[in-house]
């Protein structure tokens, strides 16, 4: 089976990522062969094409979407990158392509409907961007389920300048409605979202879970991950995370506001580990909580041994799809408490694994964090808990074998969401 991925980047980002190693387990499991077409790439696979020649095409294209962008008609324009994918397309002849994120400026809405023409088309989707007008993410609104624009959607990444969502929203409809795919979300929240949308309702649509190596996220060697980072090992420790730390979706802000809250309360002092990109962000904590920020940790073995060291993952996002932070948390038997927003809940069950608050407590985060820090019994209940989770929903040799299964059934002209079962635990 050829696939083809589509996606903003190939090794870098939440969806990036994804992607990849969902095409890694593809090709280990069930020998396909796999290529991909990228708005920026990363990596040195021959087997990855930019859909930009050269960094003159990307500066004029940025420029192209900045201008469109900015009178509101996002992702109107790429010639170099439309005349290159369909390019590449033609060339390798792919089964099926697998699109990802569609957005970030290097591919045109509208070029969805000449891709489906020809070729049979999964889209995962990581945000809500194929729901709304332009927004990501929306933080509660549901203004998208009537295709209605909300206040604050022009300022929400992807940028947009003159509010033109209700208009974006028909235009995308159009091409919907015009092309046929299948839907493949990451969580719960997100497969009823695509059920709740007038955009995407009518297609055929399956959750499937991120996978994630199990072998390398598990919960042993806690002790001698204490000790490689110098950390004692009856302290207390919680650990922190976003790629970037003043992403305002990613709640650093509301973090410094429990971690304060907590301060007044503590007998003792906390160690926190703190990681992403951000060096320069003064969190100015309480003189009771030991900082240890270690900046973006891109090595795997070191991000899970950071992982492993913490007795809490603290998750206070805005919004989510199924964040992988927590699943990896969870499968090194550390437990996350987190704001019950977006998929945190396929994740996370609620005094089983971790807490989940309702949106947005700080005062009842807080409280939560301190009961569980001064309760050793139930630390080890939910780590043992929070470890089983993991297996049983969040491997990536299952993912793999859901998505091949999906992809036969689409070249069969076989589609049923009841042919391929969602990992939510029953």
């Not at 940028?159 to 979300?185: A, C, P, Q, R």
């Not at 994740?347 to 089983?352: G, H, P």
């Not at 608050?357 to 939560?368: D, G, R, W």
Request: charged share 25%; glycine share 6%; hydrophobic share 40%.
């Amino acid at each position: 089976m050829k696939i083809l991925f589509i996606n903003k980047y190939d090794i870098h980002g939440g969806a990036g990522i994804a992607a990849f190693k969902l095409a890694q387990n593809l090709s280990r499991y069930y020998k396909t062969q796999n290529s991909f077409i990228v708005g920026i790439k990363k990596s040195n696979d021959g087997n990855i094409f930019q859909s930009r020649d050269n960094k003159f095409q990307i500066e004029v294209e940025r420029g192209l979407n900045f201008l469109l962008s900015t009178f509101g008609l996002q992702y109107f324009f790429f010639p170099f990158s439309t005349k290159r994918i369909l390019g590449i397309l033609d060339r390798i002849k792919p089964d099926i392509i697998n699109l990802h994120n569609l957005h970030g400026g290097y591919f045109k809405t509208s070029l969805l409907k000449t891709i489906c023409e020809k070729y049979k088309v999964v889209w995962s989707l990581h945000d809500m961007w194929a729901l709304t007008g332009s927004a990501a993410y929306t933080f509660g609104d549901e203004s998208w389920k009537e295709m209605r624009t909300f206040k604050a959607e022009s300022g929400i990444y992807p940028y947009l300048g003159i509010n033109t969502n209700k208009f974006l929203m028909k235009h995308k409809k159009m091409i919907y409605d015009s092309s046929e795919f299948t839907i493949v979300t990451a969580s719960e929240w997100m497969y009823q979202n695509v059920k709740n949308s007038p955009l995407l309702n009518s297609k055929p649509t399956i959750n499937i879970p991120y996978g994630i190596d199990l072998n390398l996220y598990s919960n042993e060697g806690r002790a001698k991950c204490r000790e490689k980072f110098g950390i004692p090992v009856n302290g207390k420790v919680l650990i922190f995370g976003a790629e970037k730390l003043d992403d305002h979706r990613k709640g650093i802000s509301e973090l410094i506001k429990i971690l304060e809250i907590m301060s007044e309360d503590l007998k003792s002092s906390v160690h926190l580990i703190v990681l992403g990109n951000g060096d320069d962000l003064n969190l100015n904590l309480p003189s009771n909580f030991i900082v240890r920020k270690v900046g973006y940790v891109s090595d795997e073995i070191l991000y899970s041994e950071y992982l492993k060291s913490a007795d809490i993952f603290l998750f206070p996002s805005k919004d989510d799809n199924l964040p992988v932070m927590p699943i990896n948390s969870i499968a090194c038997g550390t437990p996350v408490i987190a704001f019950d927003v977006g998929g945190c809940s396929d994740i996370i069950e609620d005094n089983f694994n971790g807490y989940l608050i309702a949106p947005f407590n700080l005062l009842s985060f807080a409280k939560k964090t301190i009961s569980l820090i001064n309760d050793d019994g139930k630390l080890k209940s939910f780590s043992i808990n929070a470890s089983s989770l993991a297996k049983e929903k969040f491997s990536e040799k299952r993912m793999a074998e859901q998505y091949y299964n999906l992809f036969k059934n689409v070249l069969n002209e076989n589609v049923s969401e009841n042919k391929i079962k969602s990992g939510t635990r029953q």
